[in-house]
């Protein structure tokens, strides 16, 4: 079921269009946010972006009468097939009447049709005034969202220093322990949109010190859309897409999680930014031009990263965000970056080929401390790279892949297929070769590690619905390193494979049985000789999950998670857990709340669960060492466009007399935090 089961894999049909308490999240987008989580740290992914794009999906549902391919590839939830399938339906038959009609569309069924609904709508056509440009001022939505919270124990950073670490820079934090969020956004459709967005994490200074204006972190942008033949123009923080990722793609990067055909990245160009991320965006203005099939965009960004630097050159990109020491202090916004860039694509009937390029520079030298592992890797103030992408539908079979270069002359390729065999069986295959030397700075492509360079790839998915309410889905993926990489200070190699098994009778209960097994080389720990010898690390994950409707409003989930682990040594751990979430039927309230226990022999089995939290906002804990974890979520809306929510959390550990490290450390063997926020619209 393509990128829609990706997306709503266990999904109620009756799901709400407006989450009470953000208890609803479907189950396959969990799954790929605790996949990401769970990743190597490679890769800088913007999970929140991500979360906020169904997170307004929700809020504002795609229309399907009015979207275009574009618009239908940003839902992200949709392949090529089901995309030139809704068009042509469209096209023959003309606008829906309801969205109840989407299942009579070639590629479509009842199941599908269920998941989608909470995320789309049909507006009518009639014979009303179009809105005026002057509407799109006017007769949008505001909305504003403000959060606070904090660890409730003391924790080492706020302690009252000593006298021997009166000159070190990062023995205390900065501000107090209360972290601070703040969103504006006003909305009229898809026409028009800006906002502001503002955070300050714990121990960073508010309207204090550095930050005398308020927020350690701002940002904010216009976005205004489809005014002749300007398809799309921005003014300040932006994210771009393009191709498969090759060369420019800010955000989220689907790889390797969720549904096991979501090889294909559905670009969406340049989009607004809304995240809080501090590092994965532009900064500028952007646009998107489009007449008759041609498609150009293009894009200028300047603003200021963190680093290590001196006065000349910097060594080090900091991509944390934090600014909570005197030390981080330090690093922040301390060299410049400029980035310029564009897309110029052309659609043909079955084929869209696209050209991207892009170059950016530091304002000063970049000198990374250079080892053997990251010889190629940029080490210069300045990059460009440039690609060719495309893609093709062509009745049951979709190809795509983009080729690419660096300024060094390094090369990087992609190329895959999707084949809709028949209504219950579908396979994608992707192959990947990326140099050892290709430098690009910007790139998110297909991958193990996400770096987009030395790397070597070959991954065969596979989907069969042998029964209405079952759906199978397995994955492999064979990859090889032809360079040392980090933790690795040899060539090396690996394979993963994933096998899922999901039964859902009807909307009250789902449930799926997953396995996930990786094995890849890695250095062996604690080796101080001339060469580190390598070992091969067998990770193994085996997760049961079932949820189940009791009530009206009433939902309860269940899940079992074991891992082993083999390096040398063997180890193993065990999650289980146990949700409730309720929703009053007759009043705007609602709660959810969940009780783990974990034994987790390390850290390396440690397991990954999201977590229901408030909206814009998500919880994904590592579960490690031996203990048990309980949160309460609370929601009530207290007049109209008024809402309030709570959040109290925990995790005891039974075989530790401290929890956290470093200057998070408690003197206890458990950590509490809470959470409050507010929304209003108007």
């Not at 469209?90 to 599908?112: C, D, M, Q, S």
């Not at 179009?130 to 969202?145: E, I, Y």
């Not at 933790?487 to 909307?507: L, N």
């Not at 979430?581 to 009043?587: G, I, N």
Request: aromatic letters at 14%; charged letters at 20%.
């Amino acid at each position: 079921m393509k990128h829609a089961m990706f997306i709503f894999f266990c999904f109620a049909a009756g799901m709400a269009k407006a989450q009470d308490t953000n208890s609803d999240m479907p189950g396959a987008l969990r799954q790929l946010i605790e996949s990401v989580a769970a990743g190597d740290g490679e890769n800088e992914v913007d999970v929140q972006a991500l979360y906020d794009t169904y997170e307004t999906l929700l809020e504002f549902p795609l229309d399907l009468n009015a979207a275009t391919e574009a618009d239908l590839q940003q839902l992200q939830i949709l392949n090529d097939f089901q995309i030139q399938s809704l068009l042509e339906y469209r096209k023959e038959y003309g606008a829906l009447y309801t969205v109840h009609e989407l299942p009579l569309i070639h590629g479509f069924n009842e199941e599908i049709a269920g998941q989608l609904y909470p995320f789309i709508t049909v507006t009518p056509v009639s014979a009303e005034r179009r809105p005026s440009f002057a509407d799109r001022f006017t007769r949008g939505s505001h909305q504003l969202v403000m959060r606070t919270g904090r660890t409730l124990e003391r924790q080492k950073g706020y302690t009252p220093i000593t006298p021997e670490e009166q000159e070190k820079p990062n023995a205390r934090y900065l501000g107090s322990p209360w972290a601070a969020y703040m969103r504006y956004k006003y909305r009229y459709s898809d026409k028009m949109q800006w906002g502001v967005t503002a955070k300050n994490d714990a121990g960073e200074p508010f309207f204090s010190g550095n930050n005398k204006y308020g927020f350690d972190f701002y940002s904010a942008h216009v976005q205004l859309s489809d005014v002749g033949i300007v398809k799309k123009i921005i003014a300040g923080d932006y994210q771009v897409q393009f191709g498969q990722g090759l060369v420019a793609w800010g955000g989220y990067s689907l790889s390797k999680a969720g549904d096991v055909l979501s090889v294909k990245k559905q670009e969406s160009g340049i989009t607004g930014y809304t995240s809080t991320n501090e590092n994965l965006f532009r900064r500028g203005a952007a646009v998107t031009l489009q007449y008759r099939q041609w498609n150009l965009s293009a894009f200028v960004s300047h603003k200021n990263i963190d680093a290590t630097a001196d006065s000349n050159a910097f060594s080090t990109i900091q991509e944390t965000g934090q600014h909570n020491t005197a030390g981080t202090m330090e690093k922040k916004h301390a060299v410049p970056e400029t980035v310029v860039g564009g897309n110029l694509s052309y659609r043909f009937k079955y084929l869209k080929v696209g050209i991207t390029a892009l170059w950016h520079r530091y304002g000063k030298d970049y000198r990374r401390d250079v080892k053997p592992y990251n010889y190629f890797e940029l080490n210069d103030a300045q990059n460009a790279n440039a690609g060719i992408d495309f893609y093709s539908v062509w009745k049951k079979t979709s190809v795509f892949g983009e080729f690419a270069v660096s300024r060094n002359g390094g090369m990087a390729g992609v190329a895959g297929a999707l084949f809709d065999l028949d209504a219950t069986f579908r396979l994608a295959f992707l192959y990947r070769n990326y140099a050892r030397d290709y430098q690009a700075m910007y790139a998110r492509g297909f991958g193990e590690t996400g770096k987009t360079a030395n790397e070597n790839g070959c991954y065969v998915g596979a989907q069969w619905l042998p029964h209405p309410h079952i759906t199978v889905s397995a994955y492999a993926d064979v990859f090889s390193f032809p360079w040392m990489r980090y933790g690795v200070y040899a060539p090396s190699g690996g394979y993963e494979y994933h096998v899922q098994a999901a039964y859902r009778p009807d909307s009250a209960m789902n449930m799926y049985l997953r396995i996930k097994q990786e094995v890849k080389d890695e250095n062996v720990s604690g080796s101080d000789g001339a060469i580190t010898p390598q070992h091969t690390v067998n990770l193994l994950h085996a997760c049961y999950e079932i949820s189940y409707q009791l009530l009206r409003g009433l939902r309860m989930q269940d899940r079992i998670e074991i891992a082993f682990y083999r390096a040398g040594g063997k180890e193993s751990g065990l999650l289980l857990y146990h949700n409730i979430s309720y929703k009053f039927p007759t009043f705007p309230a609602g709660f959810s709340l969940r009780f783990a226990v974990f034994d987790a022999g390390s850290w390396n089995t440690r397991f990954y669960a999201y977590e229901n939290d408030m909206p814009y906002n998500f919880s994904v804990p590592a579960y490690y060492a031996k203990g048990a974890r309980w949160y309460v979520n609370a929601h009530i809306r207290l007049w109209k466009n008024f809402d309030l929510w709570a959040r109290l959390a925990q995790t005891c550990f039974f075989n530790a007399t401290t929890a956290g490290s470093g200057l998070n450390e408690i003197n206890q063997p458990h950590q509490t935090t809470f959470k409050v926020q507010a929304s209003v619209k108007f």
